[in-house]
């Protein structure tokens, strides 16, 4: 964990804590159905952090998670996280496939504007 230092005129980064992955039990979202960017973090003993962003605490959540299967061979233990946005296919595996949908939409819609654009000599 870093805090965030601004000196001018560059910026500084300062070490607090350093924690071991193999040590990490579980990360909980505490609300996998609000816009929410706070976590915890379980190790010997629970941290409660922010992220700047709920995008920024699934990234963190998805990265650990990936880190934890390479170099440990293990799966972390993650809850309160929307496990749809948990997966690197997300936007493909969406329940009602909606994003899906407007992204084939819009691409039809987009061949349509450039063949209607095209010049017929």
């Known amino acids: 964990m870093v805090r965030h230092l601004r000196v001018e005129p560059e910026e500084k980064y300062e070490i607090v804590e350093k924690w071991f992955l193999k040590d990490l039990e579980m990360i909980d979202g505490k609300e996998a159905d609000a816009d929410n960017p706070c976590f915890d973090l379980h ?3 629970v941290y409660s952090l922010a992220a700047h962003s709920c995008a920024s605490k699934y990234t963190f959540a998805r990265a650990v998670s990936k880190l934890s299967a390479r170099y440990l061979q293990k799966d972390l233990k993650i809850v309160n996280f ?4 948990l997966n690197d296919d997300s936007i493909w595996s969406s329940n009602n496939k909606d994003c899906l949908v407007l992204m084939r939409i819009c691409f039809y819609a987009f061949n349509l504007l450039c063949l209607s654009l095209w010049p017929l000599s």
């Open 82 to 85: 929307d496990d749809t946005y």
């Open 43 to 45: 190790f010997h003993q």
